[in-house]
């Protein structure tokens, strides 16, 4: 079975994106080849880490990458979750059949810690649905 090749994006590579390649990985099994890369790497977000292990799903051996990792490398599909317009270093990358953008919200611009960890919480949800009609419909 030849898997489908996904890369998903988002300006750091720390959180967003972290959880829907294991989202990906968790519900599409082996049809899928999955990956995560940024434009601005960043440690891997501990809030992110930790919202996942809720849900079943460990994330803290995972590593952000910049995206130019995959540069020259094709992808069925490259997924962006940045919110284009209060992240203006979405990256975009050139190696796609299908281009996708998923507008996630970036739970580092909550102003306190505790309205942060209630955004991951709630993009982690959002990122688990969209990963889920993927699936479905990839």
């Known amino acids: ?35 995560s890369g940024g434009a601005e790497v960043t440690p891997l977000d501990p809030e ?22 995959f540069l020259g490398q094709r992808f069925s599909y490259v997924i962006s979750l940045c919110d284009r317009k209060k992240e203006p270093s ?14 996630i919200d970036n739970p580092d611009l909550a102003p306190t810690l505790e309205e942060r960890r209630k955004v991951v919480r709630r993009v982690r949800d959002e990122i688990r649905e969209k990963v889920s009609e993927f699936v479905a419909n990839a």
């Open 1 to 35: 079975m030849i898997k489908t090749k996904v890369l998903f994006l988002c300006s750091a590579n720390s959180c967003r994106t972290q959880m829907a390649e294991a989202l990906l990985r968790d519900l599409g099994g082996d049809r899928f080849e999955v990956a």
């Open 48 to 69: 992110a880490i930790q919202a996942m292990r809720e849900i079943g799903i460990e994330i803290s051996r995972q590593a952000p990458k910049d995206v130019s990792l």
């Open 90 to 103: 979405c990256p975009i990358f050139p190696g796609a059949i299908w281009r996708l953008h998923w507008a």
